[in-house]
C-alpha cells in the first residue's frame, strides 16, 4: 500500500488544492515525502454534505451490520501489514514495539464497539405501554430509544498516530453510535492517516455502506478544523490535544448559530500522592516506577505523572534522590514532533525559571534531534497553592515535586488542584485513613483514581473513564476512552404512539432485537 | 402555613436585603402581600458554601437514604394543603383543578425518582476485574460508578409554579442524583416557591441531611441568577424559560473560567402535520382537538402546537373553517403574568404585520385583566421556509396553518424546521408511506414524535423524552422530564486496584447494594 498524498472524501481519492505539508522524521530531521496539499473550503461542504445524505442510511444499520463493520476496519487495517507499521515509525520517532501494540490497542477498540453495538445496551430502550384505563388520565404509549446525533468532525491526536487518530476511540465510538465521520487528519503522521483512512474507505465499500459514512480532511492552518467545527452539519466533534488548541475549537463551537457538543481532551498534570507508609516503606521502587511511568513515551501521554505530592522529610528526601539518580539513567527518547520537542523546553525553561522552583535532576542529552530530557523539579506546597501556573501542563517528561509540612497541607493541595483526568494514591495498609480523607476531595477532581500503579496505561474497557473535569477535558460527563464513549454521540427519542410498522426495530412489540429494554420499570430479562 | 416573604439559606429563614419584589394575580391586576426583599451577592456565597459543605455528605446517601428524602419532600408539600393551592392560583391565575393536578405530578415525579435512586441504575455501575495472567499485559482491576456533578443552580419557570418550579423536575432529578440544589424562585410566584421551599427545608431536617443540600433565593433583577451560573461552587444549572433568558445565562455558563453544563429548555412551536388521509376523514374532530390542545393552559405549555402543516385543498379549508369557529368559541384564559400576556399581544401583532401572514381568526375578549384570546394564523409553505422568524414562539395560544402544494413541498417544510421538543404526525393507515418519509427527517429536528395525539400533557415517565435539537434546548442529549432526567446531573468516576475498604459501596466484591452490574461485559441479573 503506497501512500499518494491523497486526501479522501466520500469514496474518491485525491490531491488537495491548498497549502501542503509533508511529515518530518522526528528522530533524523528529514522530510518525508510525499507531501499533502491542504483541502479548501469546498472539501470541506462536500465532506459534509456527503456525511449528511450518509447519516440516515448508516444510523438506521442493522446492530449486525454495524458491528461487522467496525470490525471490517479492524481487518482493513491488520492487511495494511508492516509499512502502516514503517510509515508510522518513520513520522513519530515511536518505536516499532509501542506502535505495534498500539494497531493492537486500535483493532480491540474496534471489535470491542462491535460487541457494544451488538449487546445494542446503547440504545437505552425504555417502554412505557398505554393504559388506556388509568384515571383522572389515561396513559399514552411511550417508547424510547437513543439515536446518533449526526455528522462528526474527529481531530486526530498526536500522539497516538493509531490509537487515538483516524480510526482511533473518538472514530469507533461515533462510528457505532451511528455517527458518519470526517477526520482532519493531524499533521505529524499524514501518511499513517492516510493508510488508515484507505482502511477505512475500503471497509465502507466492502459493507456496502454509503460513501460519506467517512472522510479525511488535510491543512497545512487551522481553517479546516474550524470550518468543519462551524459546519451546519456537523452535529459534535471530538479533539485530543492542547488546551489552547482545544478550548479555540470548543469556543467556536459553542458559537454557532446551533451551539454542539465538543469533547476536547486537553491538560492533565496527572497528581500522584505518597502517603507517609508507602513512601517510606517503598521509597526506591516507587522512585523507580514513577521515573519510568514519567519517560513512558518520552512523558507524551495524556496521562503522564506531572505532579508528586507527599509530607517532606527523610524519607521524601530519600525518594527524591533515587528518583534523581534514575532519571539520569534514564534513555533519552525522540519526541513527536520538532514542535512538540521545542514547547516542552520552553515549558521546562518555565518552571526552571520559577522562584519557587528548585531543579532536581534532568537527564542528560543523547544528542540526537528532537530527544527528551527529562526533568524533575520540586517546589512546596504553599507555592502550589498560590500559584496555579505551577499546574499548567508541561506535554513531555517534565514533573514536579511538591513535599508538604502536614497531611492537612497534602489535603490543602489536593484542594487546590485543578480538574485531572488521573489522581494516583501509593499507600499501604497504614495508610488508610489519609487516603480516606483524600479520596472525597479528589473524586470531585479526576475521571479515575489509582492505588498503587501508574497512571500511564489506559485499558479499554467497560469501566475505564479517560476524562475528568475541566480543563482535563471539555465535558466531564464522559470518557473518550472505553466503551462509554459510545454516549456521547446519541440523544434520546421518544415515539409517543406512533404505529408499530412505522416503529423503529428495537421498540417493536415482541423484543426483536432481544434487547434488555426498560419496561414499566421493569428490566427486560 | 404562612409566606413570610423570606428567602430560604440552609435551615435559615429570613428577608433578604435588596430591592424587593410582589406577586400580581394576573386574574385581578392586585398586587399580593407580602414583599420578598431580594437576595444578596452574600446570600449567594453564603448558600454556595453551605452546598459546597453539604455536597460530600448529601452525594454519599444511601440510596434508601435518598428516596427517602425525595418522598418526605413529597409529603410536606402535600401537607401544605389548601395554603397552596390558593396561593398559586392567586399568584398565576391557573384554575384550582389544573394546579391541584399540578401538585399530583410534583409528588409524583419526587416518588418516581425515589424508585429510580433506590433501583441503582443511575450509578451505571461496571467492573473490569483484574486479569494479573494477561499477557503481554496484565489488566488492572477497574471499577466505575457515576457520581454528582455538584451543587446545582435551578431557575423556577413561570409556567408551572409545582411541577417546574422551586420542587419541579429539574430539582427533583438533581437531588436524586445526590446534587445540593439552590433554587431561584421565579417572580411570578414567589408565595408559591416559599411555601414549596420550606417544605424541603423541612424535609432536610426530618431526614438529618446537612442544611446546604437546598438554599432558595429571590431577586428583582438578573443579578443573583448571574451570580448563581458564575460562581465556581455551581456545577451545573437547570433553566426552562425564554430564548433570550436562556441563551443569556448559558453564555454566562460555557465563558466561566471552568465552563459547566447549562441545561435551558427555551422554546419549541411543536409543528403538527395533518396528512391526507387523516385531514380528509377527521376534519373536524382534528380541527377541534387542535385548538383545545392550543388554547389550554392559555397555550403557555412548552409543547403548545403552534405550526400546523398540511397540503392544500378542500380539506384543509374545511379543517381551517372549523379550527376558526371552533377558536371562536374557546374560553379566554388568564394569562400567567402581565409581562408573559405584553409578550404574546406583541407576538401576535408581529405575525399580523407580516406581508406573508393572513389572519383566520381570534377569539374575542372576555375583558378579564391579562386574558388570552387565542389567534390562529395561515401562510404558505414558501414564506415559512424563507423566513425563520415565522419560527419563533410566541408563547400563548398562537398558531400558523403552512399550506403547502405537494407531500414534497410538506417535506421541504420538514427540513426547514429548527429544533423542537414535539413534532406531531396525524395519520390514517393511508399515509403510513407518508408518514415514514416524514419520520427520518422529523426524528432529526425533535426529542418528541407523537402520533394521533396532541403534544400538550407530557407524561413523567421512564420513556418520556422532553428535550430536543437546538433551540428547543441547549443540549439535546438530555431530557428534563422522566427519569432520565437524572443522568443530566452525573458523571463517572473510574476505581483503579483500589483497596476494598476505600471502595464505594455500590462497587464492592459481593454486590452489596444488589445492583445490575455490568461485570466483564454481562449484565448481572
Excluded at 485525491?14 to 530531521?29: H, W, Y
Excluded at 470541506?44 to 456525511?51: N, S, T
Excluded at 417502554?127 to 455528522?151: K, W, Y
Excluded at 489506559?458 to 460527563?477: I, K, L, N, W, Y
Amino acid at each position: 500500500m503506497h501512500v499518494d498524498g491523497v486526501q479522501l472524501i466520500g469514496k474518491d481519492q485525491q490531491r488537495g488544492s491548498q497549502s501542503a505539508i509533508q511529515a518530518v522524521n522526528p528522530a533524523t530531521g528529514d522530510t518525508l515525502e510525499p507531501e499533502w496539499a491542504g483541502s479548501s473550503q469546498d472539501d470541506v461542504k462536500r465532506a459534509c454534505q456527503l456525511a449528511d445524505e450518509a447519516l440516515d442510511t448508516y444510523r438506521e444499520t442493522s446492530l449486525e451490520a454495524r458491528a461487522s463493520f467496525l470490525e471490517t476496519i479492524a481487518e482493513e487495517i491488520e492487511r495494511l501489514g508492516d509499512a502502516l507499521i514503517e510509515r508510522a515509525m518513520a513520522e513519530s520517532g515511536l518505536p516499532e514495539a509501542r506502535l505495534t501494540g498500539e494497531r493492537g490497542r486500535t483493532c480491540n477498540q474496534l471489535r470491542l464497539f462491535a460487541r457494544v453495538v451488538r449487546d445494542g445496551e446503547w440504545l437505552d430502550v425504555r417502554i412505557d405501554p398505554a393504559q388506556p384505563e388509568r384515571t383522572p388520565m389515561p396513559r399514552v404509549d411511550l417508547r424510547q430509544r437513543s439515536i446518533a446525533l449526526g455528522p462528526v468532525a474527529i481531530f486526530g491526536a498526536s500522539n497516538f498516530p493509531l490509537a487515538f487518530s483516524v480510526a482511533g476511540g473518538d472514530t469507533a465510538s461515533a462510528l457505532a453510535a451511528g455517527c458518519p465521520v470526517i477526520v482532519k487528519a493531524h499533521n505529524a503522521h499524514p501518511g499513517t492517516s492516510e493508510l488508515v483512512g484507505k482502511a477505512i474507505q475500503k471497509a465502507v465499500a466492502r459493507c456496502n455502506l454509503p460513501e460519506g459514512v467517512f472522510s479525511l480532511l488535510y491543512d497545512a492552518d487551522t481553517a479546516i478544523g474550524k470550518a468543519l467545527v462551524t459546519h451546519p452539519s456537523i452535529k459534535a466533534a471530538g479533539f485530543t490535544g492542547s488546551r489552547n488548541g482545544g478550548m479555540t475549537l470548543w469556543q467556536l463551537a459553542q458559537n454557532r448559530p446551533e451551539p454542539i457538543p465538543f469533547y476536547a481532551e486537553m491538560s492533565s498534570i496527572n497528581p500522584v500522592f505518597l502517603l507517609g507508609n508507602a513512601l517510606e516503606q517503598r521509597t526506591q521502587a516507587l522512585a523507580e516506577g514513577f521515573v519510568n511511568s514519567l519517560n513512558m513515551g518520552a512523558g507524551q501521554f495524556c496521562t503522564s505523572p506531572g505532579l508528586v505530592i507527599a509530607r517532606e522529610g527523610e524519607a521524601l528526601n530519600r525518594f527524591i534522590d533515587a528518583a534523581a539518580s534514575a532519571l539520569k539513567a534514564l534513555p533519552s527518547h525522540t519526541m513527536l514532533t520538532p514542535g512538540i520537542h521545542d514547547a516542552y523546553e520552553q515549558g521546562v525553561a518555565r518552571l526552571a525559571a520559577h522562584s519557587q522552583v528548585r531543579s532536581v535532576a534532568r537527564a542528560d542529552s543523547n544528542d540526537q534531534p528532537n530527544a527528551c530530557r527529562p526533568q524533575l523539579f520540586s517546589t512546596d506546597a504553599q507555592a502550589v497553592i498560590a500559584d496555579n501556573t505551577l499546574q499548567e501542563e508541561v506535554f513531555g517528561a517534565c514533573s514536579l515535586i511538591v513535599a508538604c509540612s502536614s497531611d492537612e497541607e497534602v489535603r490543602d493541595v489536593a484542594r487546590a488542584l485543578e480538574g485531572q483526568l488521573t489522581v494516583t494514591l501509593h499507600m499501604d495498609e497504614g495508610d488508610q485513613q489519609a487516603a480516606g480523607q483524600l479520596l472525597p476531595i479528589l473524586e470531585r477532581r479526576a475521571g479515575r483514581l489509582l492505588a498503587n500503579g501508574w497512571p500511564t496505561g489506559v485499558e479499554v474497557s467497560d469501566a475505564m473513564v479517560h476524562g475528568g473535569p475541566f480543563p482535563s477535558t471539555s465535558d466531564s460527563r464522559t470518557t473518550s476512552v472505553g466503551t462509554g464513549a459510545i454516549e456521547r454521540f446519541l440523544r434520546p427519542v421518544c415515539y409517543q404512539d406512533i404505529p408499530e410498522p412505522l416503529q423503529p426495530e428495537a421498540l417493536k412489540a415482541g423484543n426483536p432485537l432481544s434487547l434488555k429494554r426498560l419496561v414499566d420499570g421493569q428490566r427486560e430479562a
